[in-house]
T-cell receptor
């Protein structure tokens, strides 16, 4: 059973470009979470999605960031008009259930560098 | 609101030393508590968890006990190895499963 897949592993974008980060959850997992790890900081929750639904986006910046988890295909985190402050590691995690008792399985992350 | 506080690092120990990484939390209700470990350049791996008061999570020689009276979930290991060098994150999950992380504690074990 393959783990959580994220691609690309490394992404370089110039200021003003768009960044698309992809996450394929573990087989059988329908709950996806995105987290961001800024340099010298811990991990911060961004958004929680189920298939075709955003359940909790309380950690998402109000502008330029969006996320989706379509019925078919991977979950996508999209950052429009990137700025240097968006440089970070973005981690996706999946879980079979969206409750507090179940652990989340993390992907290897996408390291975004904005030049 | 919910929050997690960990002892600051880096923590440097000699091989076979005893390890404690303190973690305290603030939460409403009855959260689940986790320790995750992150090796350089990798994602997070679950180390252990506890879902109710007085539960003890354990894995690979690491242990942590869910103490509701002191709102703590300290990580311990009796004898660390060089391969334990990593960043350790304490986390809680309360509603909807989203994880609230502490700031992470870097552990460096010297031979």
């Amino acid at each position: 059973n393959a783990g959580v897949m994220q691609n690309p592993r490394h992404l370089v974008r110039r200021r003003g470009q768009e960044a698309r980060l992809r996450c394929s959850p573990m087989k059988g997992h329908s709950h996806v979470y995105w987290y961001r790890q800024l340099p010298e900081e811990g991990l911060k929750f961004m958004v929680y999605l189920q298939k075709e639904n955003i359940i909790d986006e309380s950690g998402m910046p109000k502008e330029r960031f969006s996320a989706e988890f379509p019925k078919e295909g991977p979950s996508i985190l999209r950052i429009q008009q990137v700025v240097r402050g968006d440089s970070a590691a973005y981690f996706c995690a999946s879980s079979p259930y969206g409750t507090s008792a179940y652990e989340q399985y993390f992907g290897p992350g996408t390291r975004l560098t904005v030049t | 609101g919910n929050s997690v506080t960990q002892m600051e690092g880096p923590v440097t120990l000699s091989e076979e030393a005893f390890l404690t990484i303190n973690c305290t939390y603030t939460a409403t209700g009855y959260p689940s508590l986790f320790w995750y470990v992150q090796y350089p350049g990798e994602g997070l791996q679950l180390l252990l968890k506890a879902t109710k008061a007085d539960d003890k999570g354990s894995n690979k020689g690491f242990e942590a006990t869910y103490r509701k009276e002191t709102t703590s979930f300290h990580l311990e290991k009796g004898s660390v190895q060089v391969s334990d060098s990593a960043v350790y994150f304490c986390a809680l999950s309360n509603q909807g499963g989203k994880l609230i992380f502490g700031q992470g504690t870097e552990l460096s074990v010297k031979p």
